[in-house]
C-alpha cells in the first residue's frame, strides 16, 4: 500500500461550461459566456457557499437526480455565492481522506441565467464560472 499522507495538487484553475458558452483550446480561456446568461458578480444568490462531506460523488446528496455531480455543484454554488471559498471532503477515506478546496479570486468570473426549456421542459437556471482554484491534499480527520 503507497502512503499518501503527503499528496496534494495546488493551484489547480478550473473552468464549468454549460451549453452555449465557448472556450478558446489554445488558451484555455472562456472566450464567452451564453447570451442568456449574464456576470454573477453583485447578484449573487446565496450568501455562504455550500460544503460537501462527498465531493467526487456522482449525484448530489441533495438530489440524486441532478444532470452534476457534486464536485461541479460545491463549485457552481461557490461561484453563485458572496464567499471566496470553500470546501468538500472525500467519502472514502482508505487508503486515505482528502480535503478538496476551491476559492476565487479577482480573475473568477461566473455567468448566471434562465434557460428556456425545450417545448414540454422547464426553464432551467445554469451557473458556469471560469477561474476557480483547486487545491487537493490530505485530510485528517
Excluded: C
Excluded at 455543484?73 to 486515505?96: C, E, K, M, Q
Excluded at 479577482?106 to 455567468?111: F, I, P, Q, V, Y
Excluded at 441565467?113 to 471560469?130: I, L, N, P
Amino acid at each position: 500500500m503507497h502512503d499518501l499522507s503527503n499528496w496534494g495538487i495546488d493551484n489547480v484553475m478550473t473552468h464549468y461550461l454549460t451549453e452555449g458558452d465557448a472556450i478558446d483550446l489554445s488558451s484555455w480561456g472562456v472566450t464567452s459566456f451564453s447570451e442568456y446568461k449574464s456576470d454573477v458578480a453583485g447578484r449573487e444568490q446565496h450568501d455562504d457557499a455550500s460544503v460537501s462531506a462527498a465531493i467526487f460523488a456522482g449525484e448530489t446528496p441533495e438530489d440524486p437526480d441532478a444532470p452534476v455531480g457534486e464536485f461541479a455543484r460545491i463549485a457552481v454554488y461557490l461561484t453563485d455565492s458572496t464567499a471566496a471559498a470553500t470546501h468538500g471532503d472525500t467519502f472514502r477515506s482508505d487508503p486515505a481522506a482528502f480535503r478538496v478546496d476551491m476559492s476565487e479570486d479577482s480573475l473568477t468570473r461566473g455567468a448566471s441565467g434562465y434557460r428556456e426549456g425545450a417545448e414540454g421542459d422547464e426553464t432551467q437556471y445554469r451557473v458556469s464560472y471560469e477561474g476557480i482554484r483547486v487545491d487537493i491534499g490530505p485530510y485528517l480527520e
